[in-house]
Each structure stands twice: as C-alpha cells, then as structure tokens.
C-alpha cells in the first residue's frame, strides 16, 4: 500500500510533463500550419525520392536571400513604428465612415506592393480594428478586416516583392521587369476599381477620430531603413548581387536592431525550403510530372488559381513551376488563386486568426461574408484573364 502511494507522485508528474509537451507541441502545429505541412510533405517525398547530390539544386537561394533581406529592413521600419504612424495619421484625416475604410483598404493595399501581404496586414487590421472599436462602429469590422485581406492579397501582385509567390516566379523564371508589370497590370487595376466600388456600399455616417498618438519617427534611424529597403529592392531587382545584401543588411541591423533580425518570419523561410524539397521531389516521380503537365497544358491559368484553394498560393506557385513554361499563366492564376478559401493564401489565415481573436461568437458569419466576396473576385477575375491572356 505504502509502495503504491509512493509511486503516484511520479506517475503524476510524467503525466503532468507529457500534458505540458503536448500542449505546447499543439500550440506550435497551429500557429505554424504551412510549415508542418511543408515539413511533412518534404519528408514523405523524400522517403519516396532518397536525398541525394540534385537536392542542393532543388533550393532558390536567391529568392530565399530576398525574402529575408526585404523581411529584415521591414522589421526594423515596425519596430520604430513606422508604418502604424503615417498610416494613423492618414486615416485621422478622413471625415467620415466610408472615407476611413476606404483609406484603411488602400493603406493595406499600398502596403501589400511594399512590405508583402502577411506583413501588410499585420501591420494595418490592428489600425482597423482601433478606428472602428474607438468609435463604436464595430459591426462594420467583418466587412472591414475581409476587404483589408482582399486588398493585401490582390495588391501584392503587381510588384515581384508584393507577394512571396511572386518572389519565386519572377526569379525561377528570370521574367523581365516590364513584362512583369504588363502582366500583372490588367487584374490588378479591376481588382483596385472592384474593392473601391465594394467600399462606396459603406454609408458616409460621419466618424470623430482622434489621433492621440505623439510618437514622433527617429529621424536618422527611419533614412537608414529606408535606404536599406531600396537597397533590398534593388536587389529583388537584379540590380545589385543578392549576396552582397546577405552580408550588408545583416551587418547592419546587428548594429542598428537586433530585434529586427530575431522577429524575421524565419518559418516563412523554413516554409519556402520545404516546399522546395517536395517540389524538387514531385517533379523527379515519372507518373507526377505527366498527370501535371497534362492538366496544365489543358488550362494553365485555371488549375494554378483550382490548386490555391487547397494547398494556397505560395506552395502551388513552388509546385506547379515544376511541370509548366507558362509561366504568364502560372503568375496570374497564383495570383487572383489567393482569394477564394480561407486556405488559399496564408495572409487570410492571419486575418481570421485577428477577426476571430476579436468577435469569437462571429466566427460562422464572418466565413460566410468571407467567402461570398473572395470567391466573388476569384470567378470576376478568372473570367477577365481567360479573354486577355
């Protein structure tokens, strides 16, 4: 008796160690999704395509280079609040409801091209969320946050750096700048002239908005980021050898801003190699390549925007690449493919996950909103670019 009550301290604290571990493995599987998914998709073709010396060739290095130079200089505009700032002050200027959404929309719309959608949105739904919360319009917030997350996955497109999947196609595939641009030129106008007429729907009611924020921009520090993200531009640009900005933009924010360095997306990064392995990997399968290829020789544009409202847009940019030259095709569709599911783009999980955080009873109707105007846009513009392409 005496021996089996001792022994219940012990079972009771390896149950309180395996409670405690799985709770945080939990917690890690759901704020990193894509990357589980990434990892165990990257493992599963490897036990069917063994590693050997083509996988080094599998992996963009100079897209992952971008994509942390460009997330590094954006971290340390944040961390000085640089972004919030100019924004609240923008929006403090407008005069009524539909004034302010529409400049919420645009700021996210404008920052998407700049800083990338995820980032654009983690920045801006927050400054949504305070305009509409501090003057008691919070029954606007679902139409608000899922135009704000339209706005950042269809603003992105225009520019190589707007969206993560861009970065990619436009260096697997050397496409020229001005061909880039004419490319993505035609949807992204319609979509700019389809959220603007979304947004016109809001009533002018007249909103009293002040902006009680004095924080002032370190003027010094703000120019030296701000050259360092031209300097990262350039380099998505081709114009200066990216790992010239592998060794500057480091170098300089360890000075500057560790914390910049630290709060790098390196799970974004970790994300994009994965997908590199299972893509390098799918492409290597015999029967893989030819049920691919068919299917996109069929219609390339259609089956690239199909594959996002499953695997999103960043992974079916990665995967599809592999079986297709098209690459015109192949952009657009991963491109207008981010709208749709809540799944086709990772910038709408971010954007759940915030409205969610906000209004936990709204969960149903807000996916029920969501959908109708995502899959809204995804069928506009489908059936625009099938005429124009």
């Known amino acids: 008796m005496n021996h089996s009550a001792s022994r219940r301290p012990h079972h009771f604290h390896i149950s309180h160690i395996f409670s405690v571990v799985l709770h945080r493995v939990s917690g890690f ?40 130079c460009t997330l590094a200089v954006i971290c340390a505009l944040k961390n000085i609040r640089f972004f919030t700032i100019i924004a609240r002050k923008i929006v403090c200027t407008t005069g009524n409801l539909r004034m302010a959404i529409l400049a919420l929309v645009y700021i996210t719309f404008i920052g998407s091209m700049l800083i990338a959608n995820d980032m654009a949105l983690l920045t801006f739904l927050p400054l949504g969320f305070f305009v509409l919360d501090s003057t008691g319009k919070r029954k ?94 350039l380099i998505v640009f081709r114009a200066i050898p990216y790992f010239l900005g592998l060794v500057l933009i480091p170098f300089a924010l360890l000075f500057l801003d560790r914390k910049a360095l630290a709060r790098v997306d390196y799970g974004l990064l970790l994300t994009f190699a994965c997908f590199f392995v ?34 999103s847009n960043v992974p079916s940019a990665i995967l599809l690449s592999q079986f297709t030259e098209s690459y015109r095709e192949l952009l657009v569709g991963v491109n207008i493919g981010g709208a749709g599911t809540l799944i086709a783009s990772l910038a709408s999980l971010i954007t759940f996950r915030e409205y969610t955080k906000n209004n936990p009873k709204k969960t149903l109707s807000y996916i029920g909103l969501f959908s109708a105007f995502n899959f809204g846009f995804l069928i506009i513009l489908l059936v625009f670019e099938s005429f124009i392409l």
Do not use: H
């Open 278 to 311: 299972f893509a390098g990997n799918m492409a290597r399968i015999p029967e893989v390549r030819e049920v691919f290829s068919s299917l996109l020789e069929s219609n390339t544009l259609v089956v690239s925007a199909l594959s996002c409202q499953f695997i």
């Open 29 to 68: 599987v759901k704020a990193n999704t894509v990357l589980c998914i990434a990892a165990l998709a990257a493992i599963v073709t490897s036990c069917i395509v063994v590693p050997d010396a083509e996988y080094i060739g599998y992996f963009d290095f100079r897209t992952l280079t971008c994509l942390f």
């Open 140 to 233: 606007y917030m679902a139409f608000t946050f899922i135009m704000q997350n339209i706005a950042a996955n269809l603003g992105g497109m225009l520019t190589p750096f707007g969206n993560p999947q861009n970065l990619y196609l436009y260096s697997e595939f050397a496409i020229p700048d001005l061909e880039f641009i004419t490319i993505m030129f035609p949807p992204f106008i319609l979509s700019v002239v389809l959220i603007t007429v979304c947004c016109l729907f809001v009533k002018p009611e007249k909103l009293e908005l002040e902006n009680r924020d004095d924080s002032r921009l370190p003027i010094w520090r703000t120019v030296v980021y701000l050259i360092l993200f031209a300097f990262s531009i």
